[in-house]
């Protein structure tokens, strides 16, 4: 079956530093590239939707200079969160389909980044 | 302001058995979409169900399908046949297109036990 793998699966660093977190379709062409974010009492926000080759779409209410997206190919996309801070600490979850806007394809979950920033 | 509210943050099923989770929105949009999630103890997500608000037919995925009551707003998630499989947390979610830009909506969730 489709695969989509996240690197790093765990990733401490010091509060001010940047953080880049990859996203790899390994057996297809990833399109469309999701980036979620679930908070430490699980709630979970979508932070955005990229499509290879053009600017992410960033959802209402996320800072696009803190958290930038990247998706120069049909298999990779990479999050980096600037300056982290410790209330950036949630799990980061990416996702990868095929095909474009509302396409019906199904979404490949990526195992996710636990995110702790001291 | 658009919510999701998924109220009953524990259910319990049978093997075998099914069990509806509910799902209710508040928007004034009328075009938007609705989806179900499902997250195992592995925390690895999967998109279960996916419901466009235009259309009147209730999606269906194998043993999964949905309740959709658009004037109500209500999307509630029926899972036939249970199995142990099936326990994990069920996110309800919407999203919209809004003159902001897009905006999703996630519930807080419901636990989901299977028991054998």
């Known amino acids: 079956g489709a695969v989509v793998s996240q690197h790093p699966s765990r990733v401490i660093c010091k509060s001010g530093t940047s953080v880049k977190i990859e996203c790899r379709s390994l057996?297809?062409?990833?399109?469309?590239m999701f980036w979620y974010r679930q908070f430490p009492k699980q709630s979970l926000m979508l932070m955005a939707t990229?499509?290879?080759?053009?600017?992410?779409?960033?959802e209402q209410g996320v800072e696009k200079d803190k958290f930038l997206i990247n998706h120069a190919s049909l298999t990779l996309s990479t999050l980096t969160v600037t300056s982290a801070h410790p209330e950036d600490s949630s799990f980061y979850i990416c996702?990868?389909?095929?095909?474009?806007?509302?396409?019906?394809?199904?979404?490949?979950f990526g195992d996710g980044t636990r995110l702790s920033i001291l | 302001a658009q919510t999701v509210t998924q109220s009953q943050p524990e259910m319990s099923v049978q093997e075998a058995e099914t069990v509806t989770l509910s799902c209710t929105y508040d928007?004034?949009?009328?075009?938007?979409?609705l989806f179900w999630y499902k997250q195992p103890p592995s925390r690895q997500m999967i998109l279960v169900i996916r419901?466009?608000?235009?259309?009147?037919q209730n999606a269906t995925e194998n043993r999964f399908s949905v309740n959709f009551q658009k004037a109500a707003k209500s999307f509630s998630l029926k899972i036939s046949d249970s199995q142990l499989g099936d326990a994990a947390m069920y996110f309800c979610?919407?999203?919209?297109?809004?003159?902001?830009?897009?905006?999703?909506?996630f519930g807080a969730g419901t636990r989901l036990f299977v028991k054998a």
């Open positions: 996702s990868a389909r095929v095909g474009t806007g509302n396409s019906n394809q199904p979404q490949h």
């Open positions: 057996d297809f062409q990833a399109t469309t």
């Open positions: 990229s499509n290879e080759g053009s600017k992410a779409t960033y």
């Open positions: 928007t004034s949009e009328s075009d938007y979409y």
């Open positions: 419901q466009e608000a235009y259309k009147q």
């Open positions: 979610a919407y999203r919209s297109l809004s003159a902001g830009g897009f905006k999703t909506i």
